[in-house]
């Protein structure tokens, strides 16, 4: 499998952030948005030159790009889902249900693991679907499914890695190294917490995994999955994104067309080759169809994707091209896409430099300004490529409006540069209305560690405002008004410091959690509840996954009885310890998996939901009963699967 392999993705050579003069570049004049193709034949003519590049011993970006079967037969034989086996309306969602996932923009749901749908909780796990009861103070398994459809061949050759819920809707997304790329499966879920199968869809792409990010959203009744398809420019058709059913027979329908591929200006000459349409679908879960429709934009392979509650974006890597003979590249500006929901045009602007994941976006559409963080070297967060950013560091504030067709470089004073110039290794947020930086080194083990200094800086423009750690940082999240720094400190104990984002940042509070580690690097792996009435969330609890012993932080979770959700009390911004759900199971036992039988997206999440606490570990649920800001283990559940 391709995600076993290590780290293949290519670093950008880029060395600086810059984004360029005031003017145009190219010889294209500023457009207010971008244009797709005028006519078949524009499209065929641009579609030469870039095969005459990909013909001539290219080398260049996109070499580590994962190929897709696009013109393999399917290799599932798909039942047919039973007329009976769900309901083709859309269930509105229930009122009692409550979000348990942390998300990084309100409104926007992200694919996860777990989801709380009503009386009952959803988990994905080991290519499996189980619901858990929990209404009515109950805690008990109802149902499982597999993540597949029946009748599957071989679905060990698909990683089912997120999984999201509306209404009656279970919708899992997966990866499938078989068979088209981009695997949607839909479920029913009934009233009594049963599970049924409803539908498959595949839609052609490249593997859009990510150790920082997600592919999916939920916007309402809108699903909105990004997937690069890598091009071949011999026959562009047969490579372009296209949705194609689960049955035997079903034939794949083109969603892009040369009217729906949108090219930068500076692109547009055919003198940089472009290997990757990076895919914008949206699905209208609401239809009685499963009803999609795409938009392309061209670019490099290296790659960042974040969606606002109004656009989707994506940043592209810049591009260069051997200057035979005169023993040097000719490099243009890498493209930031935005890519409007209410179906609007799209707009792009020149970019150099490299976000390193999700968070170093924010939207503001009250200002006017999307806000980025950049590194100089690196190629976005595909793969494990965010892992891997390096070099300066600065602060683009782009201006909405700015969006055009790319042959707009953005003006030099829209760019801050910031203190740090740290190699590899690199955590990022906005909170409240800073940006929130410090070098992080995930990897390096106790003895090598270093105390970082947290840089804060006000998005308003004012002064870049520092703080000393006593540990390092691996995550930063928000708790209320204020943001918290998580990481390891050099003695082996996982510090938690407290920052409130007032006009003066201080380091509020510090807890050192001895002889422990973060259990999980995703960002839903935390969560923060504040207590009821507590105004900027200054009072509540924190939950986050913890290893013991020996464990690397990163996605691959060790199964153990050394693997807890510790949770961290806050009373008036200072911290006392909460108390620890414990794994008890060995999650070495067998349990019959057949498919993503390896923990890409993490097994273990805190969970709070209305008044009661739970700790999603491996196979088992446990909740906690909290008294006096200590929370004590109530119950648990096994769930795994019985193996014959």
């Given at each position: 499998?391709?995600?076993?392999?290590?780290?293949?993705?290519?670093?950008?050579?880029?060395?600086?952030?810059?984004?360029?003069?005031?003017?145009?570049?190219?010889?294209?004049?500023?457009?207010?948005?971008?244009?797709?193709?005028?006519?078949?034949?524009?499209?065929?003519?641009?579609?030469?030159?870039?095969?005459?590049?990909?013909?001539?011993?290219?080398?260049?970006?996109?070499?580590?790009?994962?190929?897709?079967?696009?013109?393999?037969?399917a290799v599932m034989a798909v039942a047919e889902a039973a007329s009976d086996a769900a309901s083709y309306e859309l269930a509105p969602q229930n009122e009692r249900t409550e979000s348990i996932t942390n998300t990084q923009?309100?409104?926007?749901?992200?694919?996860?693991?777990?989801?709380?749908?009503?009386?009952?909780?959803?988990?994905?796990?080991?290519?499996?679907?189980?619901?858990?009861?929990?209404?009515?103070?109950?805690?008990?398994?109802?149902?499982?499914?597999?993540?597949?459809?029946?009748?599957?061949?071989?679905?060990?050759?698909?990683?089912?890695?997120?999984?999201?819920?509306?209404?009656?809707?279970?919708?899992?997304?997966?990866?499938?190294?078989?068979?088209?790329?981009?695997?949607?499966?839909?479920?029913?879920?009934?009233?009594?917490?049963?599970?049924?199968?409803?539908?498959?869809?595949?839609?052609?792409?490249?593997?859009?995994?990510?150790?920082?990010?997600?592919?999916?959203?939920?916007?309402?009744?809108?699903?909105?999955?990004?997937?690069?398809?890598?091009?071949?420019?011999?026959?562009?058709?047969?490579?372009?994104?296209?949705?194609?059913?689960?049955?035997?027979?079903?034939?794949?329908?083109?969603?892009?067309?040369?009217?729906?591929?949108?090219?930068?200006?500076?692109?547009?000459?055919?003198?940089?080759?472009?290997?990757?349409?990076?895919?914008?679908?949206?699905?209208?879960?609401?239809?009685?169809?499963?009803?999609?429709?795409?938009?392309?934009?061209?670019?490099?392979?290296?790659?960042?994707?974040?969606?606002?509650?109004?656009?989707?974006?994506?940043?592209?890597?810049?591009?260069?091209?051997?200057?035979?003979?005169?023993?040097?590249?000719?490099?243009?500006?890498?493209?930031?896409?935005?890519?409007?929901?209410?179906?609007?045009?799209?707009?792009?602007?020149?970019v150099s430099g490299s976000p390193a994941n999700q968070f170093s976006f924010r939207e503001d559409t009250a200002r006017g300004l999307l806000y980025v963080a950049l590194r100089g070297d690196g190629s976005g967060d595909?793969?494990?490529?965010?892992?891997?950013?390096?070099?300066?560091?600065?602060?683009?504030?782009?201006?909405?409006?700015?969006?055009?067709?790319?042959?707009?470089?953005?003006?030099?004073?829209?760019?801050?540069?910031?203190?740090?110039?740290?190699?590899?290794?690199?955590?990022?947020?906005?909170?409240?209305?800073?940006?929130?930086?410090?070098?992080?080194?995930?990897?390096?083990?106790?003895?090598?560690?270093?105390?970082?200094?947290?840089?804060?800086?006000?998005?308003?423009?004012?002064?870049?405002?520092?703080?000393?750690?006593?540990?390092?940082?691996?995550?930063?999240?928000?708790?209320?008004?204020?943001?918290?720094?998580?990481?390891?400190?050099?003695?082996?104990?996982?510090?938690?410091?407290?920052?409130?984002?007032?006009?003066?940042?201080?380091?509020?509070?510090?807890?050192?959690?001895?002889?422990?580690?973060?259990?999980?690097?995703?960002?839903?792996?935390?969560?923060?509840?504040?207590?009821?009435?507590?105004?900027?969330?200054?009072?509540?609890?924190?939950?986050?996954?913890?290893?013991?012993?020996?464990?690397?932080?990163?996605?691959?979770?060790?199964?153990?009885?050394?693997?807890?959700?510790?949770?961290?009390?806050?009373?008036?911004?200072?911290?006392?310890?909460?108390?620890?759900?414990?794994?008890?199971?060995?999650?070495?036992?067998?349990?019959?998996?057949?498919?993503?039988?390896?923990?890409?997206?993490?097994?273990?999440?805190?969970?709070?939901?209305?008044?009661?606490?739970?700790?999603?570990?491996?196979?088992?649920?446990?909740?906690?009963?909290?008294?006096?800001?200590?929370?004590?283990?109530?119950?648990?559940?096994?769930?795994?699967?019985?193996?014959?």
């Amino acid at each position: 499998m391709a995600r076993m392999k290590t780290l293949l993705t290519a670093l950008s050579s880029s060395a600086l952030l810059l984004l360029g003069g005031s003017g145009a570049t190219g010889q294209n004049a500023p457009e207010t948005s971008l244009s797709p193709f005028t006519s078949a034949a524009q499209m065929r003519l641009f579609a030469n030159k870039m095969q005459v590049i990909q013909q001539s011993d290219y080398s260049g970006e996109g070499e580590y790009a994962y190929e897709v079967a696009l013109d393999a037969p399917a290799v599932m034989a798909v039942a047919e889902a039973a007329s009976d086996a769900a309901s083709y309306e859309l269930a509105p969602q229930n009122e009692r249900t409550e979000s348990i996932t942390n998300t990084q923009e309100a409104g926007v749901d992200e694919g996860a693991i777990v989801k709380n749908a009503g009386d009952y909780f959803i988990v994905l796990r080991r290519g499996r679907i189980f619901t858990v009861r929990h209404g009515g103070d109950a805690l008990e398994a109802v149902a499982a499914i597999d993540a597949f459809p029946p009748g599957a061949v071989n679905p060990g050759q698909t990683w089912y890695d997120e999984m999201l819920v509306r209404g009656n809707q279970v919708i899992v997304i997966g990866y499938s190294y078989g068979d088209f790329g981009t695997e949607i499966n839909r479920f029913t879920l009934g009233d009594d917490g049963s599970l049924a199968y409803r539908d498959t869809h595949y839609l052609r792409s490249g593997d859009y995994y990510s150790s920082e990010n997600y592919a999916s959203r939920l916007i309402g009744d809108e699903l909105i999955v990004y997937a690069p398809v890598q091009i071949d420019w011999r026959d562009w058709r047969s490579s372009m994104p296209a949705i194609r059913g689960g049955g035997p027979r079903a034939e794949a329908v083109n969603l892009v067309d040369w009217d729906d591929m949108y090219v930068a200006a500076p692109y547009r000459s055919g003198r940089f080759y472009l290997s990757q349409a990076h895919t914008i679908t949206r699905c209208n879960l609401a239809a009685e169809r499963f009803d999609c429709s795409a938009t392309a934009v061209l670019g490099s392979w290296g790659h960042s994707f974040y969606v606002s509650p109004n656009a989707a974006y994506v940043w592209t890597e810049a591009l260069s091209r051997d200057r035979r003979g005169l023993g040097k590249d000719e490099v243009t500006a890498g493209q930031l896409f935005r890519l409007p929901l209410d179906g609007s045009a799209p707009g792009a602007v020149a970019v150099s430099g490299s976000p390193a994941n999700q968070f170093s976006f924010r939207e503001d559409t009250a200002r006017g300004l999307l806000y980025v963080a950049l590194r100089g070297d690196g190629s976005g967060d595909g793969m494990w490529a965010g892992q891997a950013a390096g070099g300066d560091l600065g602060l683009a504030s782009i201006t909405l409006s700015s969006f055009g067709n790319g042959a707009r470089s953005m003006p030099r004073e829209a760019l801050r540069r910031l203190p740090g110039g740290y190699g590899n290794g690199f955590e990022n947020r906005f909170a409240g209305d800073y940006l929130l930086y410090a070098p992080g080194h995930p990897y390096r083990r106790e003895g090598q560690r270093q105390p970082a200094t947290v840089h804060l800086v006000p998005l308003d423009g004012g002064p870049l405002q520092s703080i000393a750690l006593a540990h390092d940082v691996t995550r930063f999240d928000i708790m209320g008004a204020d943001a918290v720094a998580i990481g390891p400190d050099n003695a082996g104990a996982l510090g938690f410091s407290a920052v409130s984002l007032g006009a003066r940042t201080r380091l509020e509070a510090l807890y050192l959690l001895p002889a422990a580690d973060e259990g999980e690097s995703r960002s839903q792996a935390f969560f923060y509840r504040a207590d009821d009435g507590s105004p900027g969330g200054v009072s509540g609890m924190l939950g986050l996954p913890v290893s013991r012993g020996e464990h690397i932080r990163g996605e691959l979770v060790p199964g153990s009885d050394r693997t807890a959700i510790f949770f961290l009390r806050r009373n008036n911004r200072a911290f006392s310890p909460g108390g620890e759900l414990v794994s008890g199971a060995n999650l070495q036992r067998p349990d019959g998996c057949v498919a993503s039988c390896v923990d890409w997206y993490g097994n273990a999440r805190p969970i709070f939901l209305g008044g009661r606490v739970f700790a999603l570990l491996g196979y088992e649920l446990v909740e906690g009963a909290v008294a006096d800001g200590r929370i004590a283990e109530r119950r648990r559940i096994n769930f795994q699967p019985v193996v014959r």
